[in-house]
């Protein structure tokens, strides 16, 4: 009898996206991203979440990096590149994003 019941029990989706919160669309050309004992080099910031973002880059970054993010003349975040490929950069911050400058940010029409 159980062997019936569970022949057809429901399973649940796989989880695809992974992230802790949503990352908000921004479009913010003024960022710069480096590399410990690197030249900063400029990118856009293309999404945000309190935890992460994704930045357009040519620098190639390998996973595991130490990173500092300036946007829009912030001061410096310290980051995770968690990964890199196609001139994007994946980064998860050391801290939490601070709620006015995370919420500045998303406001901001660039």
């Given at each position: 009898?159980?062997?019936?019941?569970?022949?057809?029990?429901?399973?649940?989706?796989?989880?695809?996206?992974?992230?802790?919160?949503?990352?908000?669309?921004?479009?913010?050309q003024?960022?710069?991203?480096r590399?410990?004992?690197?030249?900063?080099?400029?990118?856009e910031?293309?999404?945000?979440?309190?935890?992460?973002?994704?930045?357009?880059?040519?620098?190639?970054?390998?996973e595991?990096?130490?990173?500092?993010?300036?946007?829009?003349?912030s001061?410096?975040?310290?980051?995770?590149?968690?990964?890199?490929?196609?001139?994007?950069?994946?980064?998860?911050?050391?801290?939490?994003?601070?709620?006015?400058?995370?919420?500045?940010?998303?406001?901001?029409?660039?």
């Amino acid at each position: 009898m159980g062997y019936m019941n569970s022949q057809f029990r429901t399973v649940e989706p796989a989880l695809i996206e992974q992230r802790k919160a949503f990352r908000h669309p921004v479009q913010i050309q003024r960022t710069a991203i480096r590399q410990h004992g690197k030249t900063a080099r400029q990118g856009e910031l293309v999404d945000l979440s309190i935890y992460g973002c994704r930045v357009a880059s040519d620098s190639m970054i390998a996973e595991g990096s130490r990173i500092w993010l300036r946007f829009a003349d912030s001061n410096p975040i310290s980051a995770t590149a968690i990964w890199c490929r196609d001139g994007h950069v994946g980064c998860r911050f050391d801290e939490t994003l601070d709620q006015k400058l995370f919420r500045r940010l998303t406001l901001i029409c660039e």
